[in-house]
């Protein structure tokens, strides 16, 4: 069991961020197949929300597990839930949807180039800074 945790947590810190996209935008496309006559109504209540607030939580859960918190991503949820959850003034339709899929593949990406390193050292922000010399071996002498 532990095994498989391990295996999921694995691929959710090396494919999550694009797993968001894929949620999100797989949802509005299911969403937009369902015009009638090209599929039944009735398969689901609305697929282009549900996508968007499900790519929103995989993404904030895939920011949890990251090394390197970004707090952007981790509150995504929220903004999901305040946007089509809530009542509100503005529309929830089709354009909103792809406005916010966009926005959180914007973050997903963000998330996956800023975010993944781990946790920088001190000898690895002094190297970056150019502090410090190398010496022969490549050791910071300083």
């Not at 299911?30 to 929103?56: E, F």
Request: aromatic share 6%; proline share 4%.
């Amino acid at each position: 069991m532990a095994g498989e945790i391990e295996r999921l947590r694995g691929w959710l810190l090396g494919w999550g961020w694009l797993a968001v996209i894929l949620v999100s935008l797989g949802g509005i496309a299911l969403d937009m197949l369902l015009v009638p006559g090209i599929l039944p109504v009735s398969l689901a209540g609305d697929p282009g929300r549900g996508g968007c607030i499900l790519g929103t939580f995989l993404l904030a859960g895939t920011a949890a597990l990251k090394p390197r918190k970004d707090i952007v991503a981790l509150v995504t949820p929220l903004y999901a839930i305040i946007i089509f959850v809530l009542p509100n003034e503005f529309s929830q339709g089709l354009l909103m949807q792809l406005l916010f899929a966009g926005s959180i593949a914007v973050v997903a990406v963000r998330m996956q180039r800023k975010f993944s390193s781990a946790v920088e050292t001190g000898e690895e922000i002094a190297r970056a800074d150019g502090e410090g010399e190398e010496d022969g071996d490549g050791d910071l002498s300083g």
